[in-house]
C-alpha cells in the first residue's frame, strides 16, 4: 500500500512556507506553479532540490518558460491540460526522480 499525505502551502509567504515544509518532513513530490507572489517558482524548486535532493519536481504553468531558469532537471506541464496528461506527468516525474537515485 502506497501512503499518500498531501500538504498544501497557500498564498501569502508561499516561499518560507514551503521551504519550512521541507526543511521538516521527507518529500516525494513537488507540484509548484512557476510565478509566486513572493518569488519565483524556479528559485523555490531550485532551493528545495537543494535542500531535498531525492524529491521530484513537477512545475505547472501558464506562462512563458525563461531559458534561463535552468529547468533541463525538472518536467513542466504546460497548461490548459487534462487530468490525463496532469496524472501522467506526474507518474513520469517520480519514475524519473527514481530512477536517478543511487
Known amino acids: ?14 516561499m518560507r ?3 519550512e ?9 513537488i507540484l509548484s ?3 509566486f507572489p ?3 517558482g524556479t528559485r523555490l524548486v531550485l532551493e528545495i ?3 531535498s535532493p531525492h524529491a521530484a519536481c513537477l512545475f505547472i504553468t501558464g506562462g512563458v518558460i525563461n531559458p534561463a531558469d535552468a529547468l533541463d532537471d525538472f518536467t513542466v506541464l504546460k497548461q490548459p ?22
Open 21 to 29: 515544509v521541507v526543511r521538516n518532513r521527507v518529500i516525494d513530490l
Open 38 to 40: 513572493d518569488g519565483q
Open 81 to 102: 491540460f487534462k487530468t490525463r496528461d496532469l496524472i501522467d506527468a506526474v507518474q513520469a516525474t517520480v519514475v524519473r526522480s527514481r530512477s536517478g537515485r543511487s
Open 1 to 14: 500500500m502506497i501512503a499518500t499525505r498531501v500538504l498544501v502551502v497557500n498564498d501569502g509567504e508561499v
Open 49 to 51: 532540490a537543494r535542500l
Open 33 to 35: 506553479d512557476n510565478h
Open 17 to 19: 512556507q514551503a521551504l
